[in-house]
């Protein structure tokens, strides 16, 4: 099991930009994969960014492709979501969370622990 603490969400204006910071303790976190999910208000969470244990792969959702970069820092136990150029409907309690699972690093079932999330809100 690994404990995980978000930081870094706020209040912006449309095309402002964030950088959330997710810390783990616990187990090795080498060993976890990591990924970044939202939710909105009256919404389902949902996927938005993953990367693998070394960091060499990463995974994106659609919608913010392009303007999102997730990263990563074994040294410093921690992963990092840098958000750019957002938008109203990127508003959201994001949640970093961690998998031991190697594929399917979108799938949100596969993560076991999660942190208490942090506010996201943009607006226009």
């Known amino acids: 099991q690994v404990q995980l603490v978000e930081s870094g969400g706020g209040l912006v204006q449309a095309g402002g930009s964030l950088r959330l910071s997710c810390a783990a303790s616990?187990?090795?976190?080498?060993?976890?994969?990591m990924g970044w999910f939202r939710q909105a208000p009256g919404k389902e969470r949902e996927f938005v960014a993953a990367i693998s244990r070394s960091g060499d792969r990463t995974y994106y959702a659609d919608s913010v492709k392009g303007r999102f970069t997730i990263s990563r820092d074994n040294a410093k136990n921690t992963v990092y979501l840098q958000m750019l150029s957002l938008k109203p409907e990127d508003t959201a309690v994001y949640y970093c969370?961690?998998?031991?699972?190697?594929?399917?690093?979108?799938?949100?079932?596969?993560?076991?622990?999660w942190g208490q999330g942090t506010q996201v809100t943009v607006s226009s």
């Open positions: 969370a961690a998998t031991t699972s190697r594929i399917r690093l979108v799938v949100i079932t596969l993560y076991n622990d």
């Open positions: 616990g187990r090795t976190f080498s060993s976890y994969a």
